[in-house]
């Protein structure tokens, strides 16, 4: 089983400032099922980034993914009030046997 | 892109089992890959399991004992059966496409989510 650990599972900043999430893999994972969600209290998910970088329809280009291999990283170039929330990432294992994994989250708070 | 809506019993026994359902609207349950996730309070996310689009499902392993994911074409519905439930399974479920583009696969359509306690 491929665990995604996520860091820090708080991060403090300010508004105007940078985020920078990461997300690393207990084992080499395929970039291209590699992908990053928004969640503020009381909705659903929503999906920010596929497949490690490719941004979702909607999302603005202030949020920006790298990575590959074990290691993976979220940026949030000048953070805005809505941005405020818990991110996941999260691994699709295409080989049997097939599973869904999730990071345990990066709460990003205001400072 | 269509919308999803999760319905199913706010409260359920332990050791009876749980039936939720998805409904699927402007657009088809054909041809996609469905997913259920849950979250118990405060808590991460959790993967349930996934149906693809030839019917062969896939479950996490701590819970494929117990979960059941099935798709009725006729009503445009996904559903999770979870059976021997017990207070731990308390949290918010949640239903989602499995989408895949070229060869990337990520869930970009999300049900609102139904709370479920598990509780006598």
């Known amino acids: 089983e491929n665990a995604l650990t996520q860091s820090p599972g708080i991060l403090s900043l300010s508004p105007g400032e940078r985020a920078t999430l990461s997300c690393r893999a207990s084992h080499s994972v395929s970039s291209d099922y590699l992908a990053w969600y928004q969640q503020k209290p009381g909705q659903a998910p929503r999906l920010l980034i596929s497949g490690a970088s490719n941004r979702a329809t909607g999302i603005p280009d202030r949020f920006s993914a790298s990575g590959s291999g074990t290691d993976f990283t979220l940026t949030i170039s000048r953070l805005e009030a809505e941005d405020f929330a818990v991110y996941y990432c999260q691994h699709y294992t295409s080989s049997a046997p097939r599973t869904i994994t999730f990071g345990q989250g990066t709460r990003l708070e205001i400072k | 892109q269509g919308q999803l809506q999760e319905s199913g019993p706010g409260l359920v026994k332990p050791s009876e089992t749980l039936f939720l359902t998805c409904t699927v609207s402007g657009g088809s349950v054909r041809g996609h890959y469905w997913t259920w996730i849950r979250q118990p309070p405060g808590q991460g996310l959790e993967w349930i399991g996934f149906i693809n689009d030839s019917g062969g499902t896939h479950y996490n392993p701590s819970l494929q004992s117990r979960a059941l994911i099935s798709v009725d074409k006729s009503k445009n519905q996904f559903s999770l059966r979870l059976s021997s439930v017990v207070t731990a399974d308390t949290g918010r479920y949640y239903c989602?496409?499995?989408?895949?583009?070229?060869?990337?696969?990520?869930?970009?359509?999300w049900g609102k989510g139904t709370t479920v306690t598990v509780s006598s």
């Open positions: 989602a496409r499995l989408n895949y583009y070229g060869p990337l696969y990520y869930m970009d359509v």
